[in-house]
Every structure is written in structure tokens, then in C-alpha cells.
Nanobody, 123 residues
């Protein structure tokens, strides 16, 4: 399984970006997620979708600003990010796996990870 993340870039505060993660390899997974890691900080959960996109979960820090969606036909997941803030600056990683519901935000439940895409929000 390979995950290819794209869509990162430089944007001003208040702007928007949409990240895309394409999964190849023929396998399907219950959960697709986005995590991020800022310089000097630990990787943190951003958003996840389960059960073919019917369930969605968000970190409190992005709730109301970010939207995760899944295109099952294309094995892709998108992260639409609006009202971006400088503190959203990080490398964003997509991941797939089958974590139990109570652990959907924990990185340990995800088997495969993309290479990361840089998001930089200027003030």
C-alpha cells in the first residue's frame, strides 16, 4: 500500500487549502486520517473518517474549520482547510488503518503513512 499526499503550500492567515491523499495497492481500510507535526512538536491528530466516510472525527483545534471527506471510488481522502492560522503550520501526513473507535485519533492504529506535505500559514 502506498499513500501519496499532495496539496500543501504557502498561504496567508485566513486562507484555504485542500490536501489530497491517494491510496494505491488494492487494499481497503476502515479509517483514513490526517495527522500533522510542527517543528519541535509531537505529531498530533487532525481528522479521521471511518466506515466509507460516514463517520468523521476532528481535533478540537480544527473543528469547524477543517473538513475531511473520502472518495471511495478513487480511494482518496481530502482535507479541506479553511480559516487557516499560523499555528496550523506543519507537515501533514495521511494514514490508513483499522483502529478501534476509541483510538481513532491515536497514530498506533494506522498501518500505512504518506510522505507528508508541508503547509505553511503566514501571519
Amino acid at each position: 500500500v502506498q499513500l501519496q499526499a499532495s496539496g500543501g503550500g504557502l498561504v496567508q492567515a485566513g486562507g484555504s487549502l485542500t490536501l489530497t491523499c491517494e491510496a494505491s495497492g488494492g487494499r481497503t481500510f476502515r479509517s483514513y486520517a490526517w495527522f500533522r507535526q510542527a517543528p519541535g512538536k509531537e505529531r498530533e491528530f487532525v481528522a479521521a473518517t471511518r466506515d466509507r466516510g460516514s463517520r468523521k472525527y476532528y481535533a478540537d483545534s480544527v473543528k469547524g474549520r477543517f473538513t475531511i471527506s473520502r472518495d471511495n471510488a478513487k480511494s482518496t481522502v481530502h482535507l479541506e482547510m479553511t480559516s487557516l492560522k499560523p499555528e496550523d503550520t506543519a507537515v501533514y501526513y495521511c494514514a490508513v488503518g483499522d483502529p478501534i473507535l476509541s483510538s481513532v485519533s491515536a497514530s498506533e492504529g494506522y498501518y500505512y503513512w504518506g510522505q507528508g506535505t508541508q503547509v505553511t500559514v503566514s501571519s
